[in-house]
């Protein structure tokens, strides 16, 4: 692997995500990093597709005041789901990956991060 290729990754966040056989149904959860997991049904040996996540037990996704961030990435790096992105030094919430289980808003030294009420 070359020495580029392997800086790449390392700058890649883990993600949970979701999958799904669609051929006999059979769901389970993947850690990626970002691209399409390539797993096979341990059933069925078709390929599993992602799927979204499921609101089980999901809170409220927390809101980035963009004015009062300033990308320091703590609550990048505290992120369970990998639903933290910094987009041109500031954090943004990935809502589709978000669990709500708040960390990010306890990390935050600037009170950037709140739940909406």
Avoid: H, W
């Avoid at 505290?78 to 500031?90: E, F, N, R, S, Y």
């Avoid at 943004?92 to 990390?107: L, M, N, P, T």
């Amino acid at each position: 692997m070359s020495k580029n290729a392997n800086d790449n990754s390392k700058n890649k966040r883990p993600i949970i995500q979701f999958i799904k056989c669609p051929e006999c149904g059979y769901s389970t959860s993947t850690v990626s990093f970002g691209e399409t997991p390539q797993k096979s049904c341990p059933n069925c040996k078709t390929m599993m597709e992602p799927i979204p996540m499921p609101n089980v037990n999901r809170g409220p996704v927390p809101r980035i005041d963009p004015l009062l961030c300033m990308g320091c990435s703590k609550c990048q790096d505290v992120c369970p789901m990998g639903a933290i992105d910094l987009t041109d030094k500031i954090a943004v919430i990935v809502d589709e990956r978000c669990i709500g289980c708040k960390r990010c808003v306890s990390v935050c030294p600037f009170s950037a991060i709140s739940i909406p009420k």
